[in-house]
């Protein structure tokens, strides 16, 4: 099995399902491609149906997308507990997670992650002055506050645990954006996070071990 991603410092798309396959443990080979080189591009567009990563290749087929692969490892690995047992916040979960997938367009387009503005290093960035992501950022904050107020107390940290308690698909999915809040420095107290709530959580996020390892590897530790 073989994982192909974009590169580890800015690729918010491969460290999602990378997230994913770490919780799984699962055997896989990871191949990084600088899509920004002559070569890593080519070498992109003829592995990848789509053009893009990430990529998962496995048993000879090719699955790509990020969300295709997370949903992939969650019927080959029903025991990694990718999603909350309980019905209803594992519906909330996945509805938390398949909007990060297609939403928040403004707030991704000003918080851009590429070599200027990397997921990780020591590079920062003041937070953009706009309508448009002032209202994603609301939304972002108003959600993860809803749900970890509703599942959060069910994880293993008191006060200070993942969107529903235990680690799940929604949390990877999340993991970017509480890299863009740290690199841009946005205040969530500014955007409805009056007592920290959506603050804490992105902490949780930027402090989860294979996320640390991931960060790691992109700056050569």
Not at 1 to 15: A, C, D, V
Not at 75 to 97: F, I
């Amino acid at each position: 099995m073989e994982l192909i991603i974009g590169p580890r410092r800015f690729s918010t798309w491969s460290l999602r399902p990378w997230l994913v396959l770490m919780r799984c443990r699962a055997d896989v080979a990871v191949r990084e491609l600088d899509f920004n080189t002559a070569e890593g591009h080519a070498e992109m567009l003829a592995r990848s149906p789509s053009g893009l990563v990430p990529v998962l290749k496995v048993e000879g087929e090719t699955i790509w997308d990020s969300l295709a692969i997370a949903l992939w490892c969650e019927e080959r690995y029903p025991d990694a507990g990718l999603w909350p047992t309980d019905p209803v916040a594992r519906g909330l979960a996945r509805s938390a997670a398949y909007e990060m997938h297609g939403g928040f367009g403004a707030l991704r387009t000003a918080c851009t992650m590429n070599r200027d503005h990397p997921m990780v290093g020591d590079v920062r960035s003041a937070p953009p002055s706009d309508p448009a992501v002032a209202a994603d950022l609301r939304r972002l904050v108003g959600l993860w506050r809803e749900m970890r107020s509703r599942f959060g107390h069910s994880g293993p940290q008191e006060g200070a645990g993942f969107l529903f308690g235990s680690w799940s698909v929604a949390d990877a999915f999340f993991t970017p954006m509480a890299t863009r809040i740290r690199h841009y420095q946005i205040h969530l107290s500014q955007h409805g996070d009056d007592d920290g709530v959506a603050a804490a959580y992105v902490g949780t996020l930027l402090a989860q071990p294979d996320f640390l390892s991931w960060e790691a590897e992109a700056l050569g530790g």
